[in-house]
């Protein structure tokens, strides 16, 4: 079995067979590799190996610690067609007295933001499915607010309607309803926003109705006026747009009048602007964020979040397209309910607009339920089918039924589409016992409509599962401590050359798991594990880091150690971010062979150590479990851009010492002087948060004494990038 192992430089190959020799020997202090020590990176820039396929990073996405609604998507209003109910709610988390550890907020001030008082909610207390809308009544004003399921605006999706009922009211006397959205309505300054939504009154109401962001303590920011409503629904969508304001959260979206009567509302919305001004869009500043690390594909809709934890709850893409009003959303296993705002057409328009590729798991018959309801054999026909349609909304001319309802939808354009995923690890869930005929009816089915498409199959390498058919790649997960991450950055050195191809689908150093986003020592194994992946990129096709999004607010985390945090107002990336955006911006094409001599080692006490609890009074470190050691002291790998010429060498410390490394170029004629590129590093329990989104970022570095031979150091604790330039 061919691996590149074999074809390796000498002092991994030393790492290994000596590891354990070395390790004893490090630990008493009798050998000498140690981190002050002189080390020598050689790169044959005349040998250059395996091609790096441009589409190598990516993002992983799904709904998750509110990645979309109270994350990516642009909407505000939390539960918008009254389908959200207090049973969905339970993962949520306390609403008061959570700490925030990556927030602006103290727990209590952000729970005072998301729940106004119960005790001027009585009709909450009446109805408790009355999620996330309260009644606002002012100066002795009355009156009530209730679900309604009469006459509703349709019956796909709206088939509940708020009804407001004012019983008593008058000049400077107000009933209405709020909604504080996910964590607070962000107000910020001349900014104008899209209010929309359904009503109609009883008979006799006269009007008007007033739109506006509020503060929770009554200061106006944004309003506007509906002067009459009819006593059939209509759809009302007015502007409103702030002043001169200071940025807050601590503010709601409010529907009120003055006059007596009913009112009855549904698919109330309410958009800042969006990402490229698009209708229904996304939250511009993480698009940016997006957008900064040049990602070349999208791997969505999950993750679990395509399995579903029933058939009910899949990802049903059919659900997701088409009118906001047809959409009925759907409870995400991650234990809220999904507005299907962002729905299939959305998620291809986001890889529209950041120029990446999508790569579309395909809800595949199996569910997060141990197995209990896999749909196969001639019951699974219909998934399949329901895959292929998928497939031709995507991809299909105008000519084809589901290409055409794609034009009818708004985008008449097919989107290039060369991957399908079948399902989302399948080996969990039992689905060991029957992905193989799973599996084959859609590679089948796929292969025989369209040939080109390449098929993953969510079966890791390490399963060596029997599949019928040859999937085009693996999907591999890894989610790992510091020393896994550390030594599993040697993983696919020792992968079959001829075996199937890899798809590193999720992976993050993440273990042990505390706080919604990582510290820089997460952020340093990331990055030895990233120069493994980069090394072995004759196998590894491409990689995206999971999970993306996590709104820090009390209640928003399913998941801990998250690429990109945020709150209502603002966001930031971690330091692992940070490291995916780096290695994603210097990437290279071609990989050319690097060798570290000596290659200095470190045992298990000298690798960063994980702060345990982050923000926790407790505090302290763990190496977490993994393997003992002894690691590499430093990780490189090392590229060529054809476009420009340019060498890229990917240089990662992990020891707390700085590294003094020549650097040898071999078969390459001029190196100027000058060469620019990034350096990141930082307190190991260094984290960042909105308050503090760059605490710990790259800085920018140019050195002068570049050539083809030079020496660099590479400080304690840091990942460092550099472009050398050859013309
Ligand atoms: O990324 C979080 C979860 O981890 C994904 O939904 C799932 O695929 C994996 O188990």
Not at 22 to 29: D, E, K, R
Not at 80 to 102: C, H, L
Request: with cysteine.
């Amino acid at each position: 079995m061919p691996t590149r192992d074999s074809r390796i430089r000498g002092s991994y190959r030393l790492c290994g067979l000596l590891a354990p020799i070395g390790g004893a020997m490090l630990a008493l202090g009798l050998i000498g590799f140690v981190s002050s020590d002189p080390a020598t990176l050689t790169v044959r820039v005349d040998q250059p190996e395996q091609k790096i396929d441009p589409i190598f990073y990516g993002l992983m996405t799904e709904e998750i610690n509110y990645s979309y609604d109270g994350g990516l998507y642009g909407e505000l209003i939390r539960n918008r067609i009254f389908q959200d109910r207090p049973i969905a709610q339970a993962g949520r988390g306390a609403r008061g007295g959570a700490t925030n550890p990556a927030g602006t907020l103290p727990g209590a001030q952000a729970a005072a933001q998301t729940a106004p008082p119960q005790a001027t909610n009585p009709a909450v207390e009446k109805n408790p499915n009355l999620i996330d809308w309260w009644l606002v009544v002012s100066n002795g004003a009355a009156g009530d607010i209730d679900i309604d399921t009469k006459d509703p605006v349709n019956t796909i999706a709206l088939k509940n309607s708020l009804r407001l009922d004012i019983r008593s009211a008058g000049a400077g006397r107000r009933v209405g309803v709020a909604n504080d959205g996910y964590w607070g309505i962000p107000v910020r300054p001349s900014t104008t926003y899209t209010a929309s939504f359904y009503a109609k009154a009883s008979q006799g109401f006269r009007g008007p109705l007033t739109v506006a962001i509020e503060g929770n303590h009554g200061k106006v920011y944004a309003s506007g006026q509906v002067r009459t409503l009819t006593p059939a629904w209509e759809k009302y969508t007015l502007k409103i747009k702030t002043g001169q304001v200071q940025a807050t959260a601590d503010a709601r979206f409010v529907l009120s009048a003055s006059s007596q009567g009913s009112v009855w509302f549904s698919l109330v919305s309410l958009f800042p602007p969006t990402y490229k001004n698009r209708p229904n869009g996304n939250r511009i500043d993480i698009m940016e964020k997006l957008a900064d690390m040049k990602p070349s594909f999208l791997r969505f809709p999950g993750g679990n979040y395509v399995e579903g934890r029933d058939f009910e709850n899949r990802f049903n893409w059919k659900t997701t397209i088409g009118p906001l009003e047809e959409r009925p959303g759907h409870m995400s296993p991650w234990t809220y309910r999904s507005t299907d705002g962002m729905g299939l057409l959305e998620f291809l328009e986001w890889c529209e607009d950041l120029n990446m590729e999508p790569i579309v798991a395909l809800y595949a018959g199996m569910h997060l339920d141990q197995g209990r309801t896999t749909i196969t054999g001639d019951a699974l026909k219909p998934i399949v089918q329901e895959g292929l349609e998928e497939i031709e909304y995507i991809t299909g001319a105008t000519s084809t039924r589901w290409g055409a309802l794609r034009a009818k939808h708004g985008h008449p354009a097919p989107f290039r589409l060369r991957y399908v995923e079948i399902g989302n690890e399948d080996w969990l869930n039992n689905g060991l016992q029957n992905y193989g005929g799973r599996f084959t009816m859609f590679y089948d089915a796929i292969k025989a409509k369209y040939p080109d498409i390449q098929v993953i199959s969510s079966m890791r390498s390490r399963d060596k599962y029997d599949h019928m058919r040859n999937p085009d790649l693996l999907d591999d997960h890894f989610y790992v401590s510091i020393p896994t991450a550390l030594s599993q950055a040697h993983y696919y050195d020792k992968y079959d050359r001829a075996g199937t191809k890899i798809f590193v689908g999720e992976w993050a150093t993440n273990t042990p798991r505390s706080g919604p986003t990582g510290h820089m020592a997460f952020a340093l194994g990331d990055a030895a594990w990233l120069t493994g992946l980069e090394r072995n990129s004759d196998i590894v096709g491409m990689n995206c880091y999971a999970p993306l999004f996590c709104n820090v607010n009390p209640g928003g985390m399913q998941w801990s150690i998250n690429l990109i945090g945020y709150d209502a107002l603002g966001s930031f990336g971690s330091p692992a971010y940070f490291v995916q955006r780096m290695f994603s911006n210097n990437r290279g094409d071609v990989v050319l062979p690097a060798r570290l001599d000596p290659l200095p080692t470190l045992n298990a006490d000298q690798i960063p150590q994980a702060p345990v609890s982050p923000g926790s009074a407790a505090g302290g470190t763990t190496i977490g479990s993994g393997p003992t050691g002894p690691f590499d002291a430093v990780y490189a790998t090392a590229s060529r851009e054809t476009a420009t010429g340019d060498i890229i060498l990917k240089l990662v410390n992990v020891q707390a010492t700085q590294q003094s490394l020549k650097i040898d170029l071999q078969g390459v004629q001029t190196i100027k002087k000058e060469a620019k590129g990034e350096v990141l590093t930082g307190d190991l329990a260094a984290m960042n948060s909105v308050a503090e989104p760059t605490k710990v970022a790259p800085k920018p570095i140019t050195i002068t004494n570049a050539g083809i031979s030079f020496t660099h150091e590479l400080p304690a604790h840091s990942v460092t990038v550099l472009r050398l330039k050859t013309r």
